[in-house]
C-alpha cells in the first residue's frame, strides 16, 4: 500500500490578498458592508505594510481575505474577482446604493443553475465584488 493511500494530503485555499490603498477603508467596507470580521491584524514594519484579516469565519476552517496597504504605494490593477454568496441580496443592494458603492452590474436576475441574483460592485480599491444569491 503507497503512503498516499495510508496517509493523503488535504488541502484547502486558507486565503487571498488584496493590495489596498488604505486599510481602515478597506476593513470598514468589508466589515460593515459586507459582514465580515476582522479575524486579526499585523503590521510589517520592515516591509512598511499593515495587514488585516477579514472573513466569515475562523482561518482555520474558512478562506478569509488578506488585506494589505503598503505605505504610498499604488495598487495595480487586477483583472479577478471575489464572489460572496449572499442570503438577501435585495436587501444587501439597496443598503450599498445607500452606501455610495458603486456597481459594476446592477442587481439583474440570472438563471446560471446556480444562482438566481446576481450584482457586482467595486470595493474602495476598485476590486470586483461579484454578489450571488443561490438558486434553492
Not at 20 to 27: A, C, T
Not at 36 to 56: F, W
Request: charged letters at 25%.
Amino acid at each position: 500500500m503507497s503512503d498516499a493511500a495510508t496517509n493523503p494530503i488535504r488541502f484547502r485555499i486558507r486565503h487571498t490578498m488584496l493590495p489596498v490603498g488604505d486599510i481602515e477603508r478597506s476593513v470598514d467596507f468589508y466589515t460593515r458592508l459586507l459582514g465580515m470580521r476582522v479575524l486579526r491584524r499585523r503590521a510589517d514594519p520592515a516591509g512598511g505594510r499593515n495587514i488585516a484579516y477579514v472573513g466569515y469565519g475562523e482561518e482555520a476552517h474558512t478562506t478569509v481575505l488578506e488585506l494589505i496597504a503598503t505605505d504610498g504605494q499604488a495598487v495595480e490593477p487586477w483583472t479577478g474577482h471575489i464572489a460572496i454568496a449572499v442570503s438577501d441580496l435585495r436587501t444587501l443592494c439597496a443598503r450599498l446604493q445607500a452606501d455610495g458603492v458603486t456597481f459594476a452590474m446592477p442587481l439583474k436576475a440570472i438563471d446560471n443553475g446556480t444562482s438566481r441574483l446576481q450584482a457586482n460592485i467595486y470595493d474602495p480599491d476598485r476590486f470586483l465584488i461579484e454578489l450571488n444569491e443561490l438558486a434553492e
